[in-house]
């Protein structure tokens, strides 16, 4: 089960004396990932952090740790996605690209954020929760005809 699940955290926790090639590396270890250069290299290229893989992660910016984060979670390819934040830090390009790659993901991805036009650009099913309560869970279809938009929605269910 945990071979399917890609999953990243809103802090993640990065070994920041390693390089990023060697944190992928070893990531790819745990999961036992074949062709490890090449989807190191692939990732790393396709999220604009190619340059940086022989550099310290303690060197990164918050976006550069973002990227690093968010390849150890995509590169074994899961079917399952558990992010948490996963825009927070990252350049507009970037951010696109991983919108991209939720889009065309072929399983479930279950995503934490604030960001209603997020979930607008790819979301199908949407749960609202007001201090650890789900309040409110409908498509997104319903909610945007509801409400007008994920913002509206949620400050109209949680009383804000």
């Not at 990531?27 to 074949?34: D, F, K, P, Q």
């Not at 604009?48 to 990164?60: K, V």
């Not at 960001?115 to 609202?128: N, T």
């Not at 409908?138 to 007008?148: N, S």
Request: proline share 3%.
């Amino acid at each position: 089960v945990r071979s399917s699940i890609g999953y990243l955290p809103e802090m993640p926790y990065l070994y920041e004396r390693l390089t990023g090639r060697e944190f992928l590396s070893y990531i790819a270890s745990l999961r036992n990932i074949r062709n490890v250069e090449y989807k190191i290299h692939s990732f790393a290229k396709h999220f604009g952090i190619d340059q940086a893989l022989n550099q310290e992660i303690n060197g990164y910016s918050k976006g550069m740790k973002q990227k690093i984060s968010m390849i150890a979670a995509l590169f074994h390819h899961p079917h399952n996605l558990l992010l948490d934040e996963p825009v927070w830090g990252l350049d507009p390009l970037t951010a696109k690209s991983l919108e991209h790659f939720i889009l065309n993901q072929h399983g479930t991805t279950l995503i934490a954020t604030h960001s209603g036009s997020l979930v607008e650009r790819v979301a199908d099913f949407v749960y609202f929760l007001s201090k650890g309560t789900i309040v409110a869970a409908q498509t997104l279809d319903d909610c945007i005809r509801t409400y007008g938009s994920v913002e509206d929605a949620y400050f109209s269910l949680t009383g804000l």
